[in-house]
């Protein structure tokens, strides 16, 4: 009978323990590669949604009733195929960019599980959910018809649609 060496027994146990903790440090790691990959996308669109003169702009349009009637005018001349100045034009150009703007932190909301509650609450709860104010319907009727399949609709309260039946009615 050979003799098995103390070495030969403990060969395939630290083996095994080499391979978890190698898993273990892999997974880590992963992780932290994940959470850091959010927060350098957050803090991209985070910057952007608060420095870009852009986005200034129209958060203004939005926030301020006074703001709001130049945007609201414009949207109303675009509702019904009027001609727009160059000003209309850049307001609007701004809402669409302030919009999809919106649309990509819900995308990456789903991306990242974790984090979704805070897009939400970050960009949803006040900047998003004030496009639909009864007094916003401009603003609102705009998203029914030019982001109808985008992913903006399901986070709103209201519906767009309904709000233009209404407003139409």
């Known amino acids: 009978m050979k003799e098995i060496s103390w070495i ?3 060969s395939p146990v630290v083996a095994l323990l080499g391979a978890c903790l190698g898993a273990g440090i892999a997974v880590f790691f992963s992780g932290h590669q994940k959470k850091k990959s ?3 996308t957050f803090n991209a669109v985070h910057s952007s949604f608060w420095s870009d003169p852009d986005f200034q702009r129209i958060r203004k349009c939005i926030a301020y009733d006074s703001a709001y ?3 609201a005018n414009a949207l109303d001349k675009r509702s019904k195929d ?4 160059v000003q209309e034009m850049d ?3 701004n809402l669409d960019k302030f919009l999809n703007l919106l649309s990509r932190v819900t995308r990456l909301g789903q991306e990242y599980k974790g984090f979704a509650d805070l897009w939400r609450k970050l960009y949803f709860d006040w900047w998003f959910e004030h496009c639909f104010e009864p007094n916003r319907t401009e ?5 029914a018809r030019h982001y109808e399949d985008s992913l903006l609709a ?6 767009p649609k309904r709000m233009l039946e209404r407003q139409a009615g």
């Open 8 to 10: 030969q027994t403990l």
């Open 38 to 40: 959010w927060l350098d």
């Open 69 to 71: 009637v130049e945007l």
């Open 82 to 85: 009027a001609p727009l100045s």
């Open 91 to 93: 307001l609007i150009d």
């Open 139 to 143: 603003v609102a009727g705009y998203i």
């Open 154 to 159: 399901p986070h709103s309260r209201q519906d």
